[in-house]
Nanobody, 123 residues
């Protein structure tokens, strides 16, 4: 299993960015996939998840601003981030799991992880 994130970068507050995660080594449409970010106290905070049948879940802090989606044409997980705030700046990780409630976006329940992509939101 391999997950490779891309799309991070520098953006001003109020701006937008799209992260991507290229997935390989498993059946893409059979797993729950999620995005996490590392908090200042070094925890991995769940941001969004999408189940095998397309049901999405978001952290309260990003609802209405972030959109998670799967692109089945190239086995890619995307995270569209809009109206970015300085507190959204973090290392973002892609993750996947086969079992459990996909809406339970807790790092310890996910089995596979990418190495992350850095997002910086600053003026």
């Amino acid at each position: 299993v391999q997950l490779v994130e891309s799309g991070g970068g520098y953006v001003q507050p109020g701006g937008s960015l799209t992260l991507s995660c290229a997935a390989s080594g498993f059946v893409f449409d059979s797993v729950c996939m999620g995005w996490f970010r590392r908090t200042p106290d070094n925890e991995r905070e769940g941001v969004a998840a999408i189940s095998s049948d397309g049901v999405t879940t978001y952290a309260e802090s990003v609802k209405g601003r972030f959109t998670i989606s799967k692109d089945f044409s190239n086995n890619t997980l995307n995270l569209r981030m809009e109206s970015l705030k300085p507190e959204d700046g973090a290392m973002y990780y892609c993750a996947a799991k086969y079992r459990g409630n996909c809406g339970y976006i807790v790092a310890g329940t996910f089995d596979y992880w990418g190495r992350g992509t850095q997002v910086t939101v600053s003026s």
